[in-house]
Every structure is written in C-alpha cells, then in structure tokens.
C-alpha cells in the first residue's frame, strides 16, 4: 500500500474522515444546507439544488479518492473537488447577485479555506510522487 504523508501527517492508510480537509468541506456542506432553504421555492429544482449538489461533491469527491489507495487517482478526485468548488462560488456569487444572499461572503471565506487545503493537499501529492517516481520502487504487502 503507498504510504503517503502530507505536510498534515495524513497517510492513505488513514480513513478519509481524519483528513481536516474533509472535515471542513463536511462543515461547509452544512451551512450550504442551512442557506438554502431560505432560497425562494422556485428555486428548489434549480439554483438550490445546483448549490447543494456542488457543495456535496467536495466532500464525496475527497472521501472516494482516497478510499481508492492509489495517490494519482486522489489527485484526480482531489481535482474534481477544486472544480466543485469552483462552481460552488459561482453558484453563490449568482446568488447574491439575485438577492437570495444578502452576504455570502462567510461562505465564500469557508470555501476559501477548503480551496488552499485542497491545493496544499494536491501539492503534497505531486511532491511525493515526483519523489517516489525517481526511486526505486518497493513491492509492499500491507493491504
């Protein structure tokens, strides 16, 4: 099994739920939730639950990647949760501009925050595996 360290002390031995990233991106989740259902109900088949799905695809995103054991596969699951995340905002800042935010800015802060622990996350993972490539590699069997 690869055994991967971040600068977080996260191995991909470890379950997803002990990465801090995932444990934000769950927070974030939650205060989407809480927003937007104050949305208008017209809303519910559309922006909300355009905003709901891309903020669950963050977490989702991060706990399937690593579950898969194998650091390129996370780094491309990782890779989709940055994109849910993009999209997120845009969600949210279109939501604002209707008015159905008056301040999404706290939000935006959260997501922020997921957003450079995602990046540092990736880094980590490309760090490693630059390093691991120009090594020899040894055949494990801890499964």
Wanted: with cysteine; charged share 20%; hydrophobic share 40%.
């Amino acid at each position: 099994m690869l055994d991967v360290r971040s600068r977080w002390g996260f191995t991909m031995k470890q379950h997803y739920k002990n990465l801090l990233v995932w444990q934000k991106a769950m927070i974030l989740v939650t205060r989407v939730y809480e927003t937007t259902r104050c949305f208008p109900n017209e809303e519910r088949y559309g922006l909300t639950s355009q905003i709901r799905r891309a903020a669950v695809s963050v977490p989702s995103n991060i706990a399937e990647g690593q579950a898969r054991l194998n650091a390129g596969e996370f780094r491309q699951f990782l890779g989709i949760a940055k994109g849910s995340l993009a999209e997120l905002e845009t969600q949210l800042l279109i939501s604002q501009n209707l008015g159905y935010l008056t301040d999404a800015n706290p939000l935006l802060e959260q997501l922020s925050e997921v957003g450079r622990m995602l990046h540092g996350l990736l880094n980590s993972l490309a760090t490693h595996n630059s390093k691991s490539s120009s090594a020899p590699q040894q055949p494990t069997t801890d499964i």
